[in-house]
């Protein structure tokens, strides 16, 4: 996929479900992947980072819904 690619299928993204929805959904998909590389993998390294960037987003998600008013 091209860069254009990316960022439309993103917007798009934003467009269906809004801008907070779409970053919880990817704080989400780390919390998963953390515990996926914890279960398979061991790697309790990688899976603190992954839920470091899940929190992050977490928080990122909330800042969203109180700047743009979204549930």
């Known amino acids: 996929m091209t860069e254009q690619e ?3 299928l993103i ?11 779409t970053v919880a959904t990817l704080s989400r998909i780390c919390h998963e992947k953390a515990d996926h590389i914890d279960s398979n993998w061991q790697d309790h390294v990688l899976s603190a980072r992954w839920r470091k ?5 977490d928080g990122t998600a909330l800042k969203i819904a109180v700047i743009l008013g979204e549930d």
């Open 6 to 8: 990316y960022l439309d």
């Open 11 to 21: 917007e798009s993204s934003v467009d269906a479900i809004g801008l907070r929805r």
């Open 53 to 57: 960037a899940g929190a992050i987003l």
